[in-house]
């Protein structure tokens, strides 16, 4: 009995680390946004501070992509699909698109992957998906219609909008990518060599597109402001390099090796929530009634459709909120 209770208690500790790690994994996530939109606004192109974000993260995560370098013989086009799309693709577009339209609402719109997702499972694959999947999906469109205003014509820049969707349909491409090895058995690479091996070919993929050599390094040594409020430029990009990329990964891969995924996904989901109090606290970008009821919807929307089960005889679709939560869920957790 002594035994039982001391192994219980250690699991319940386990989880409860794991909790605790899942929402700083949210937290960190969600603060990219809101850390790099005055950034932005201070002059620098938004594929500058991508470039900024990616190769300074790169960086640290050396190490591992030299302890898990027989990554690059075994999953080459793993580490090309994380590294084009889960990383440059995700990135440049989001930020991008926050250049024009509020950070809360741009994840929403990428929250609208893992209904994507399920679409291409069933109408390019052919595939079925279960009737909660369905209903997800459903109710990620409504809830979408609610947070861009569909009624009064679309009230946010359509070229912003367009941008996070371009974020939302790179996830949905390093997904199928992604599934196309999920059969390898036991053989599953370490998630945190993949996400450093995925952070090196989006640096090299973003110098070439960035062209940081023209970048305004200058802005960097002044102060951005952050609704009224001035913060030197180096802080904000130090936070996120370090807690919104390297911490954020690290914590979200270790989290779910003390969670369920069904548990890590629903956390995940807090990441849009984290990201538009934030923006509405440090960027007085407030959003209306139908706005925050309409992103509830997406939430729970792409949270159906991210952990409805199979149909019977039928491979299991792809799906989740995001790739770096796709990527840490496979195979990982204990």
Request: charged residues 10%; glycine residues 12%.
């Amino acid at each position: 009995m002594p035994v039982h209770t001391s192994v219980s208690s250690q699991g319940n500790r386990a989880k409860g680390i794991g909790l605790g790690l899942a929402v700083g994994s949210a937290f960190a996530f969600g603060g990219s946004g809101v850390a790099a939109k005055p950034l932005i606004e201070a002059g620098l192109d938004p594929l500058h501070v991508v470039w900024l974000r990616v190769t300074g993260a790169a960086l640290v995560m050396l190490p591992l992509a030299v302890r898990h370098r027989a990554l690059l013989r075994t999953r080459p086009a793993l580490l090309a699909g994380f590294g084009l799309l889960g990383v440059a693709g995700v990135q440049a577009f989001y930020f991008a698109s926050i250049s024009r339209i509020p950070v809360g609402v741009a994840l929403l719109v990428e929250y609208f992957a893992p209904a994507l997702v399920l679409g291409w499972v069933r109408f390019v694959q052919g595939r079925p998906v279960t009737r909660a999947a369905a209903l997800g999906v459903v109710l990620a469109v409504g809830g979408l219609a609610c947070v861009v205003e569909v009624w009064s014509g679309l009230s946010f820049d359509a070229v912003g909008l367009l941008l996070a969707l371009g974020a939302a349909c790179c996830q949905v491409g390093y997904f199928v990518l992604s599934d196309q090895g999920s059969d390898s058995g036991d053989d599953v690479p370490d998630p945190l060599g993949v996400i450093a091996y995925g952070l090196l070919v989006g640096s090299v993929v973003l110098t070439v597109v960035a062209r940081p050599w023209g970048m305004d390094w200058s802005v960097l040594a002044h102060t951005a402001g952050m609704n009224g409020a001035e913060v030197p430029a180096w802080l904000l990009l130090a936070w996120i390099v370090l807690i919104a990329t390297v911490v954020a990964y690290v914590t979200g891969v270790v989290s779910v090796r003390r969670l369920s995924p069904q548990v890590a996904g629903v956390v995940a989901c807090l990441e849009a929530v984290i990201a538009t109090v934030l923006a509405w606290v440090l960027l007085g970008e407030h959003l209306s009634a139908p706005q925050i009821v309409g992103g509830a919807v997406v939430l729970l929307g792409a949270f159906i459709a991210q952990s409805s089960a199979p149909a019977k005889g039928s491979p299991e679709p792809v799906a989740a909120s995001g790739p770096e939560r796709e990527l840490s869920t496979r195979g990982t957790s204990a």
